[in-house]
């Protein structure tokens, strides 16, 4: 017996989402990690704006990238990023777990 969907039925399967209700204890409500990424030189304006989304610091000789990134493919695309500009990376660093809701 053929298991096959008939021809032109190409439904996925899904689960739903779900929801986070005040009953749910300490259920994380963004998926992102915070992070600091050292980088040897000192940025300029140029160079942050290709990370609008990171506070920048400046330490001696490094600039120093601090913010929440979603899941590791934003952490591998800023590493991307930072690898296209020529720039050295001192330490990359998760400093903080994900947000959580606490009720």
Do not use: K, W
Request: charged share 20%; with cysteine; glycine share 8%.
């Amino acid at each position: 017996m053929n298991s096959r969907p008939p021809e032109g039925n190409h439904q996925i399967p899904v689960a739903t989402a779900h929801q986070v209700a005040p009953e749910d204890h300490r259920v994380a409500t963004e998926s992102g990690c915070q992070y600091t990424i050292r980088i040897r030189g000192r940025l300029g304006a140029t160079a942050l704006s290709a990370f609008p989304t990171m506070e920048s610091e400046v330490r001696g000789r490094e600039t120093v990238l601090t913010g929440s990134l979603e899941d590791p493919s934003a952490v591998y695309g800023v590493l991307a990023q930072l690898e296209a500009l020529g720039l050295e990376i001192v330490e990359l660093r998760q400093v903080g777990p994900p947000t959580v809701h606490e009720p």
